[in-house]
């Protein structure tokens, strides 16, 4: 008998099953299948998987997909061991889907290589191969966040609504995505022709399920990451339309929430937006630290919107009040009891969240903010935070976006010179070694560009912090997020170009962030 993973294979055949959205669990089971659908949408509403479900998954030791989905999903909850152990088990199944030995290459380079561009291209190579494969759309499209390349999320999404269009049910949504221009087209074939189980096997398939059919226009994931990545293009309207309808497919989807604030805010609707994003907070109560923290810093971006707009000393206080209140409450455990284990000290150690406190303070710096109570208890947050930051981040690196915040933090708000000192000269160094590791320009050259500056600009050397960050100021979005987090980076750079007398490169600054629509990107 052939061994698996230490199991005699004693199967007779290679079992085919299929999830919710028709793709391939080979080598699965019922029960499989029924955590996976789960498991998979935990995923797309940023909420954790229980203990149960992570076992059953673990347990399933013949079926790479569930490995595969194991591994995504313990990353996604900061479980790195587990996570590395579930691509361990996948690469010793000998019966996988071509798809799944893609996605296990895909993972390895991103999780354990850092290596995400060339990730990337698998992605689209199994976006290709199976088009209702969303757990693929999903991780593909964190990476396009992180590196900010929306046309690429774009293409990829809009393949995938093209590819499935056979199975829409809509004649109105059949007409408008037929307008898509994808130049490849391909229906979905059967599992014994598209879902080649690797390894020519002697053994026969056999399909254990019905199969699903799934059209990814019909999803609210998949409208609501377009309607985002339409927003960051500058095509509002189109992203409202999108937006609209993934909010009538699931009103409690804590993603199309956080798209639509970007539309509402981008169109200027300030005052509905909060209306809108206040009455979902419940929804995402038990959604993951870097969802529910992240759509609770889109509030208090609109209040601090809201502020800049009023000039009531009156309403100012109650904004600024409200603004105190929803960092403690949701963006930063204040004042959080000892123990690195706490469940406050998790929240403050994820980086997501950090990040997102650091961005809030970050906006309250540039607008220098007159009220005294905001302003001590400001300066009060920034200790908070480098109790946190500067043990975990100092030598650890995520995306360039959190790398962004983190070197503002440190080189423009920590007292320490001799730490800030050391910092900056570790960060020039990862940043010149990731050339070997996947030469991407936003770590290599933007990154660096934008450090510079920082320390420059904390050295009083205004001059020299515009003349590094100037010539890479176009290329800024290269760092990730979007344009409502990078809004920050983009006014300490105009502050810094007119501090130092660069008034001109101010003004095309502001001309070539400012569409014809006149949203900032």
Not at 313 to 326: E, F, V
Request: charged letters at 25%; one cysteine or more; a negative charge.
């Amino acid at each position: 008998m052939k061994m698996v993973d230490g199991e005699e294979d004693t199967m007779d055949e290679i079992e085919i099953w299929f999830d919710s959205r028709g793709m391939p669990v080979v080598n699965g089971s019922q029960l499989i299948v029924d955590t996976m659908n789960q498991v998979i949408n935990n995923i797309l509403t940023y909420t954790d998987s229980t203990k149960k479900e992570l076992k059953i998954l673990r347990r399933a030791k013949k079926c790479a997909a569930a490995q595969l989905l194991l591994a995504v999903s313990a990353y996604n909850m900061g479980e790195d061991g587990l996570s590395n152990e579930a691509l361990r088990s996948a690469s010793l199944i000998e019966h996988k889907s071509l798809r799944d030995e893609k996605l296990l290459k895909a993972l390895q380079l991103i999780y354990l290589e850092g290596k995400t561009l060339e990730s990337i291209k698998i992605h689209h190579e199994i976006s290709k191969l199976c088009p209702s494969d969303i757990l693929n759309i999903y991780i593909c499209f964190n990476s396009y966040i992180y590196f900010y390349d929306m046309e690429g999320g774009k293409s990829l999404v809009e393949s995938t609504i093209k590819r499935t269009l056979v199975y829409a049910q809509d004649e109105e949504l059949i007409n408008e995505f037929k307008k898509l221009n994808i130049s490849e087209t391909r229906d979905m074939l059967s599992a014994a022709e598209k879902y080649m189980v690797s390894s020519a096997p002697s053994k026969p398939l056999k399909e254990k399920n019905e199969r699903f059919s799934y059209f990814a226009g019909e999803d609210s994931y998949i409208l609501g990451i377009l309607c985002f990545i339409e927003d960051q293009l500058g095509h509002i309207e189109r992203a409202k339309q999108l937006g609209e309808k993934s909010y009538s497919l699931n009103k409690k989807a804590p993603w199309t929430h956080h798209s639509l604030s970007h539309i509402y805010q981008d169109k200027g609707n300030i005052d509905y937006a909060i209306e809108f994003m206040v009455s979902h907070a419940p929804d995402w109560s038990a959604c993951i630290p870097f969802m529910r923290s992240h759509n609770w810093w889109h509030i208090g971006l609109l209040y601090l919107n809201k502020y800049y707009s009023i000039k009531s000393t009156k309403q100012k206080k109650i904004i600024g009040d409200k603004l105190i209140d929803i960092f403690k409450k949701y963006l930063w455990c204040c004042n959080p009891p000892n123990g690195k284990h706490t469940k406050e000290a998790l929240f403050n150690s994820d980086p997501s969240v950090a990040a997102g406190a650091i961005g809030m303070l970050w906006h309250l710096n540039n607008h220098q903010f007159e009220m005294d109570k905001l302003n001590r208890w400001y300066k009060k947050r920034w200790s908070e935070v480098f109790d946190i930051i500067y043990p975990l981040y100092t030598n650890a690196h995520f995306f360039p976006f959190s790398d962004l915040h983190f070197a503002y933090a440190m080189i423009l708000h920590h007292d320490n010179d001799k730490e800030v000192d050391q910092y900056v000269k570790d960060c020039q160094t990862y940043c010149k070694e990731y050339e070997v590791i996947d030469n991407n320009e936003a770590i290599t050259t933007v990154l660096p560009a934008v450090i510079d500056g920082f320390y420059a600009y904390r050295k009083g050397q205004v001059q020299k912090a515009f003349q590094v960050m100037h010539p890479k100021a176009t290329k800024f979005h290269l760092l990730g997020g979007s344009h409502a987090q990078r809004l920050a980076l983009d006014e300490t750079y105009l502050l810094i170009c007119n501090q130092s007398g660069h008034e001109a490169e101010q003004k095309a600054y502001l001309d070539f962030k400012t569409p014809k629509d006149g949203v900032m990107q």
